[in-house]
């Protein structure tokens, strides 16, 4: 096996960065910070020329506005954006829903949404979980009724990232109450301007804007908007979420932050010799910055497989496990090396690298929830990947 990348993939990525460096501000901090959290304007103007160059959706069939580059070349891409906090990504309509719809969407549903997606004119979000339905996603309240060629729509969905933002929903609802669990439900696509959608904000623990509370009040949707077959929208939504757990935004993060940490290890001295000299300091570092490097190369593993047209199942989740609490590992151990002092948040003067790890550490909680919780994950492995009885 060979973990070299191409030269030309190689040239691309200083390509990109050559382009953040150009289009970013010089006081950029990113990762929710100013101006991103407050200029959304901003946000989409970085995002359309990204799509201008046709990177936003480089590796999807050129019919439907891609390159048809490899599928390490677009990790690549998502690798320095997200290391170097870079905004105009929209990853729930370029790595989640798009790859979706070209294995169960219509040939008009391709073409309808596929365009906007790849020209970065739209946003999406994701409704899945609910109040009393996160892991257990099968267990899901959401009703779609027939209504002649409608569906109406009553319930709510939680946790939705971006739906403040968002023009458009992928909406997991119960379109059968009588059939088993798993059954009896549909994917569709529904139009965040409907009337009857209400976007409530979710303000999290790191104070930022990300989640959110959506509630469907008799919402008419087409019910040509259904992908894939009605009541077999479940085959439809795990093949999305195994796009959705397969990023290599884990271990980007986790190493900018790493080595943010360690040059402040570095530069900061305790008992008159630099912190990073300390034993516990060094070894510390060292074994998250090993983490982080297996965290990429299995990110990385699944961008391959996904290139050779594999889906990866398990592997995948392998990717978001320990991805996600990597994240939660690499905070950990910096909160640790900044002391007392890593408590204090970015308005405080005297919060080390501007109360950024103490915000990521928070943030990295969620991290193991999201997108399928740990325990998921594991029983996914467990089952698929080993073939382990279930309990």
Request: net charge negative.
């Amino acid at each position: 096996m060979d973990f070299r990348f191409t030269p030309e993939d190689e040239e691309f990525r200083q390509e990109v960065r050559e382009f953040i460096k150009q289009e970013l501000p010089p006081d950029w901090e990113g990762g929710g910070r100013y101006p991103e959290e407050d200029d959304w304007d901003f946000t989409v103007q970085i995002r359309k020329k990204m799509a201008d160059k046709g990177w936003l959706t480089m590796h999807w069939p050129e019919e439907y506005g891609g390159q048809a580059a490899s599928q390490v070349r677009s990790a690549i891409f998502s690798e320095e954006l997200t290391y170097n906090r870079t905004p105009g990504r929209d990853i729930f309509g370029v790595r989640m829903l798009g790859p979706t719809l070209m294995i169960h969407g219509s040939e008009e549903q391709k073409q309808t949404h596929l365009p906007p997606v790849a020209r970065g004119e739209i946003q999406w979000c994701q409704g899945y979980s609910e109040p009393q339905s996160g892991s257990d996603l099968a267990s899901l309240s959401t009703r779609a009724v027939v209504d002649g060629d409608d569906f109406v729509i009553n319930g709510s969905k939680i946790w939705t990232s971006m739906a403040h933002r968002a023009e458009w929903i992928m909406l997991l609802t119960r379109t059968d109450v009588d059939a088993p669990k798993h059954r009896g439900i549909s994917f569709i696509l529904v139009d965040m301007k409907s009337p009857g959608v209400q976007v409530r904000p979710i303000i999290n623990m790191a104070n930022r804007h990300e989640f959110n509370e959506v509630i469907f009040d008799n919402v008419r949707v087409p019910r040509r908007n259904v992908v894939g077959e009605e009541n077999r929208g479940w085959y439809v939504a795990v093949t999305l979420l195994d796009f959705e757990r397969s990023g290599i935004d884990y271990s980007a993060n986790a190493r900018r932050l790493l080595e943010e940490t360690l040059q402040y290890a570095t530069e900061t001295k305790r008992n008159g010799k630099p912190l990073v000299e300390t034993g516990w300091v060094r070894d510390a570092l060292a074994d998250r910055f090993i983490e982080c490097e297996v965290a990429r190369l299995m990110a990385f593993n699944v961008a391959y497989m996904q290139g050779q047209g594999l889906v990866p199942n398990k592997e995948a989740s392998m990717s978001k496990v320990f991805g996600s609490e990597t994240v939660q590992r690499v905070t950990k151990t910096s909160m640790d090396i900044l002391g007392m002092y890593g408590a204090l948040d970015r308005n405080d003067k005297w919060a080390p690298l501007k109360g950024r790890i103490q915000e990521n550490w928070m943030s990295a909680f969620s991290g193991t929830i999201a997108a399928g919780t740990s325990e998921i994950q594991r029983n996914i492995i467990a089952s698929r990947g080993l073939d382990l009885p279930r309990g």
